[in-house]
Antibody, heavy 126, light 107 residues
Framework: QVQLQESGPGLVKPSETLSLTCTVSGGSISSYYWSWIRQPPGKGLEWIGYIYYSGSTNYNPSLKSRVTISVDTSKNQFSLKLSSVTAADTAVYYC????????????????????WGQGTLVTVSS | QSALTQPASVSGSPGQSITISCTGTSSDVGSYNLVSWYQQHPGKAPKLMIYEGSKRPSGVSNRFSGSKSGNTASLTISGLQAEDEADYYCCSYAGRVFGTGTKVTVL
């Protein structure tokens, strides 16, 4: 059974960089896409970005200028960095495994999230 | 891209069936029956309930079913149980846009 666990500081100061790591156990990080998703308190889910085990990435356009997602296959981990944070970045941050495949009859790909970490609350405050 | 539109709340009595809608556009929900649905209990991580529009992962009750008509995808919960009380989110086929979320209350 694949398990994901987020780790990192629970408190970050405004204007600084939020850094989180997701450790994958029970399976290899290879051959899959991995994602970060966040949820502000009392609000809905927001996709942050994907990374393929090879290192290719895709980010939410609204966060793209501030986001970096990286992968370390030797440690079975992937990481999130979000720069210049404000109080609006306060949220529970989840990591998730992505299942993907081709959409029949098109060049598009389909994605869904089949395994999730428990989530970690990051508060932005001085 | 804008969030997919869901009703804020849906309620039903035990044993009843309820349906949660997820409305997008012709370029996302309307194009393919590939929406995924997630259940989230308070303080917990989301759980995949339906993928590719109507498929259930192993271990998910067959009381949960997915469908699509036009630009609207739907999640139906039949034989409603107390444990179904949770928030539910749909997600577009590309996994980049979630729905606004629906709180399901079991009366």
């Amino acid at each position: 059974q694949v398990q994901l666990q987020e780790s990192g500081p629970g408190l970050v100061k405004p204007s600084e960089t939020l850094s989180l790591t997701c450790t994958v156990s029970g399976g290899s990080i290879s051959s899959y896409y991995w994602s970060w998703i966040r949820q502000p308190p009392g609000k809905g889910l927001e996709w942050i970005g994907y990374i393929y085990y090879s290192g290719s990435t895709n980010y939410n356009p609204s966060l793209k200028s501030r986001v970096t997602i990286s992968v370390d296959t030797s440690k079975n981990q992937f990481s999130l960095k979000l720069s210049s944070v404000t109080a609006a970045d306060t949220a529970v941050y989840y990591c998730a495994r992505v299942k993907t495949g081709a959409v029949a009859g098109s060049s598009l790909r389909k994605y869904y999230f089949d395994y999730w970490g428990q989530g970690t609350l990051v508060t932005v405050s001085s | 891209q804008s969030a997919l539109t869901q009703p804020a709340s849906v309620s039903g009595s035990p044993g009843q069936s309820i349906t949660i809608s997820c409305t997008g556009t012709s370029s996302d929900v309307g194009s393919y029956n590939l929406v995924s649905w997630y259940q989230q209990h308070p303080g917990k991580a989301p759980k995949l309930m339906i993928y590719e529009g109507s498929k259930r992962p192993s271990g998910v009750s067959n009381r949960f079913s997915g469908s699509k008509s036009g630009n609207t995808a739907s999640l139906t919960i039949s034989g409603l149980q107390a444990e179904d009380e949770a928030d539910y989110y749909c997600c577009s086929y590309a996994g980049r846009v979630f729905g606004t979320g629906t709180k399901v209350t079991v009366l």
